[in-house]
């Protein structure tokens, strides 16, 4: 979310690209080199995945926010954004078979040396290539980014360690309970900072709100259908790392294709339509999933889900974008594309801590009073993976009723309203 203010700082678009690049490869390289540690104290101060996350954090609205200040709103702008969320999506699914190829004929640590050329092409590439953006000078709300980052992780921790200690463990309790105090103490700050973090006047606009809310949607559905489809498709069927790469390939396919053809039609029907179908497409390739059993094949049971969701997420992501950064002034565009990664990442890491945790406890009521046996514990995993799922349908149809209700935006060029100033 610091991004957002940074960005819009002159001459910022280039170093900030070069050592958000350079973060991002120095976190992959040191983390594999680094030895293998069971002992949960060395987790909690890794610093090189600080270096990767942060790096991570800076590159994605800054790309996006490059989109938005290089392209003017129409056309031009659908098909530059249309190539970034196909990109994204295509990654992912490349990403995926590229770690199994690794996995199966190398190793793990691998996998975490893959990003490095690629992170060191872009840092030297960045200031050769990308021109010189405007923007306007300012200060980094310190307070509101130190708030904001631990409300967020403590709430992310609590959630998940409620899975495996249960909601009454007094740690559990006391880091929900400060991560919620930190979260109001962040509000109140950026209520009364000259120059706040995220300025909350940025929510007034429904149409833009409405694609944040979105996206935290697709964040939460994405990353647990990611993970709990991996636990299937390997401890369920017993697929290698490879196979299971590819097994999501369609997923990736699905969403580039859709964004693609949602890219060319937007223009001639708005983003309201494609939005609200992809909440309720989502929900439909969830509820097939939430069928599943443990004697389930990928081909009748788990292929067409994917197909279905990677159509629904491929009508979600694009038009959230354009109406994100729509009418976004050049100096305001960084914050546009900040939030809206942010609401993404947000909605991923809440919405798998959330499921994580119910599919858990599911899975342990399950093996509660009888003696574990192989197809026992095969059959509680996916008692709690279709339990979850069941909760990701719930959470897709709130997604629809919020782009029912929402957002207004019909015609083919959404509202122009400019971000409220950041004072």
Excluded: C
Excluded at 43 to 58: F, V
Excluded at 246 to 254: D, M, Q, S, Y
Excluded at 256 to 275: D, E, K, L, M, N
């Amino acid at each position: 979310m610091a991004v957002g203010p940074v960005r819009q700082r002159p001459d910022r678009a280039r170093p900030g690209l070069r050592g958000a690049a350079g973060a991002r490869g120095v976190g992959r390289a040191v983390r594999p080199a680094r030895p293998a540690r069971r002992d949960l104290r060395h987790e909690r101060h890794d610093t090189p995945r600080l270096w990767e996350g942060a790096g991570g954090a800076i590159v994605a609205p800054t790309a996006l926010s490059l989109i938005a200040d290089t392209f003017q709103e129409g056309a031009a702008r659908n098909r530059a954004l249309g190539i970034y969320a196909g990109a994204a999506g295509g990654g992912g699914a490349v990403g995926l078979i590229l770690g199994g190829l690794i996995v199966n004929y190398l190793s793990w640590r691998w996998v975490l040396f893959v990003n490095v050329p690629i992170a060191l092409v872009l840092a030297f590439a960045a200031p050769r290539v990308l021109a010189v953006s405007d923007g306007r000078s300012g200060r980094l709300d310190l307070p509101g980014a130190i708030s904001v980052t631990s409300a967020m992780t403590l709430l992310v921790y609590g959630l998940s360690r409620a899975a495996t200690q249960g909601w009454s463990d007094s740690v559990t309790v006391a880091t929900l309970g400060f991560g919620a105090a930190l979260l109001v103490l962040f509000i109140l700050i950026e209520l009364r900072s000259e120059q706040p973090l995220m300025p909350l006047r940025i929510f007034a606009n429904r149409n833009r709100t409405g694609p944040y809310l979105l996206r935290m949607v697709a964040g939460a559905t994405t990353l647990s259908v990611l993970f709990f489809l991996t636990q299937v498709v390997q401890n369920v069927l017993g697929y290698s790392p490879l196979q299971a790469g590819f097994a999501f390939l369609p997923l990736g396919a699905g969403v580039v294709i859709t964004a693609q053809v949602t890219s060319r039609v937007v223009g001639r029907i708005g983003p309201r339509v494609p939005i609200t179908a992809g909440a309720l497409v989502v929900a439909g390739g969830l509820a097939w999933l939430s069928r599943i059993s443990d004697h389930a094949s990928y081909v009748p049971d788990i292929l067409p889900a994917l197909i279905v969701l990677s159509v629904g997420l491929g009508l979600i992501f694009f038009p959230t974008t354009v109406v994100a950064v729509s009418g976004a002034s050049r100096r305001e565009s960084g914050l546009a594309s900040a939030v809206l990664n942010v609401s993404q990442q947000l909605g991923g890491s809440i919405g798998l801590a959330v499921l994580g945790t119910v599919a858990a406890n599911v899975s342990k009521d399950q093996l509660a009073n009888v003696r574990p046996t192989r197809a026992l514990i095969g059959q509680a995993l996916m008692a709690g993976f279709t339990t979850a799922f069941e909760i990701g349908v719930v959470i897709a149809l709130a997604g629809f009723v919020i782009a029912l209700l929402v957002i207004r935006v019909r015609s083919p060029k959404p509202s122009t309203a400019a971000l409220p100033e950041a004072a």
